[in-house]
């Protein structure tokens, strides 16, 4: 079990590392918090991500999700160990609630799905495409936020 | 003319203020570029809303679009002299093409509404809902995003 989870460790400071590679991410002040039952969990502080009203900006909202998803596929792939770039195609964001607290988002394969397919596919024909769901929630648990969108991970060539 | 000129002026120099006030906008480098014909522009580097793979991060064109349309709804309501909070209320986003120049967006009202008629009702009620549009493009005029969302604005307490 020791070396799953210090594998576990070394994929999620891999991630880390992508994202402070992202001078965007890297503003909002993003960590990488956790990866538990197939969810992805990210953190960000409310002072990098603030709007005009003293809540979480609408902008930072939909970035924490996007990533979050985006790292979800990402890891996926990389426990795979298949080699994809990641492509967001399309969301959708309903904004219920304004945060005023920081911004903890966590994203899931949508339940049609499952990764071993996803996976299974983009490796026999070089491409695949996955619905994610995604939201950030207050420290309550209550989301704030939802989001449902489209990825495309594609072989890298 | 010339006060007319001064005062659009005065206004997105207003405009760009409560940009700078906001950490993410900030650190998105937003400038505001020019409002004509009713459709508001705001441009951001690259460098600074860049991805892992040399391109605009997502996120950075969804934060872009999101405040290219929340500053149409401001920019109309302070026209109005109407004090309004405004907060994005839901989103639809179509990423068509990756960009790798600096990203330039603009936002406009959906074509089945008038100003005058979100601002009359925004005054009467208090409160009003806006849809707009707002495209992330590239040099030669292509779009290579494009985002639909409803704007609440409600009277200031």
């Not at 207050?138 to 489209?150: H, L, N, P």
Request: hydrophobic letters at 45%; charged letters at 20%; proline letters at 3%.
């Amino acid at each position: 079990m020791a070396s799953t989870s210090t594998s576990t460790d070394d994929k999620l400071t891999a991630l880390q590392a992508i994202l402070d590679s992202m001078p965007p991410a890297r503003a909002m002040q993003i960590r990488v918090q956790g990866w538990h039952a197939d969810r992805l969990r990210l953190h960000a502080p409310l002072a990098a991500n603030v709007n005009d009203k003293a809540c979480a900006f609408g902008g930072s909202l939909a970035s924490i999700m996007t990533l979050a998803a985006w790292s979800q596929c990402w890891l996926q792939a990389h426990t795979a160990d298949w080699s994809a770039d990641i492509f967001v195609a399309d969301s959708q964001i309903e904004y219920q609630k304004p945060l005023y607290e920081d911004l903890v988002a966590e994203a899931w394969l949508d339940a049609q799905s499952q990764w071993e397919d996803v996976i299974r596919n983009g490796k026999q024909k070089g491409r695949a495409r996955a619905v994610l769901h995604a939201r950030v929630m207050r420290e309550d648990g209550e989301s704030v936020c939802r989001m449902q969108a489209r990825y495309a991970l594609i072989a890298t060539t």
